[in-house]
Structures are given as structure tokens and as C-alpha cells.
């Protein structure tokens, strides 16, 4: 049984930038996939970034070029650096962790707004 626990949502004005942080426990974290997902009210679920075990790493569009998902595993824990932030950002932000075996677990949510 993997916990994820997140940490760093807030209010930002546009421009700004936030860190979210996902703590993990209850597994192996070096052989975990790791992913951040974001749900804006009124709409699905949708993935943000996500970092394999072994480092790759892949974003939607939107996020692109703003966005840096990274990890260290002497931490236990994956970061999600959120630069520029656009009202369209707020959301939900959700850790995944998958593991070797395809179980998928999610975090409670930390809350993004972006806004003026």
C-alpha cells in the first residue's frame, strides 16, 4: 500500500510560480512511476506530468515548456515546478504513483488557484 501525501498549493497571482511537493511511503519509491494529474471543477481528470523510475519524463501540451516534474529518491518524493501560471491552472493537483505491478494510487489533492 503506497501514501502519497501532497504539500505547496496556494493562491498565486498570474506569472507566478508554486512547487508542489508529493511525499511517498509504503513502497519502494526508486521503482515507482510518478505522475502529477489535475482536475479543474466541472471537468475530468486529467495528466499533468509524470517521471518514470528511470527519470523519463513527459508533459501534456498545456503545461510544456512551464511546467518541471522532477524526483529524488533519497527523499521519497516528486516535485512538480509550476512557472508562469495561468488562471487556466487552477485546479485540483493530484499525485499518482504507479507501480511495477500496475497498481495506481493517488494522493488527497492541494488546491491551485491562479488568479488576480
Known amino acids: 500500500q503506497v501514501q502519497l501525501v501532497e504539500s505547496g498549493g496556494g493562491l498565486v497571482q498570474p506569472g507566478e510560480s508554486l512547487r508542489l511537493s508529493c511525499a511517498a511511503s509504503?513502497?519502494?519509491?526508486?521503482?515507482?512511476?510518478m505522475g502529477w494529474y489535475r482536475q479543474a471543477p466541472g471537468r475530468q481528470r486529467q495528466l499533468v506530468a509524470r517521471i518514470t523510475a528511470g527519470g523519463i519524463t513527459n508533459y501534456a501540451d498545456s503545461v510544456q515548456g512551464r511546467f518541471t516534474i522532477s524526483r529524488d529518491n533519497a527523499k521519497n518524493t516528486v516535485y512538480l515546478q509550476m512557472n508562469t501560471l495561468i488562471p487556466e491552472d487552477t485546479a485540483v493537483y493530484y499525485c499518482?504513483?504507479?507501480?511495477?505491478?500496475?497498481?495506481?494510487?493517488w494522493g488527497q489533492g492541494t488546491q491551485v488557484t491562479v488568479s488576480s
Open positions: 509504503g513502497a519502494r519509491f526508486s521503482g515507482l512511476n
Open positions: 499518482n504513483a504507479v507501480t511495477y505491478g500496475a497498481t495506481m494510487y
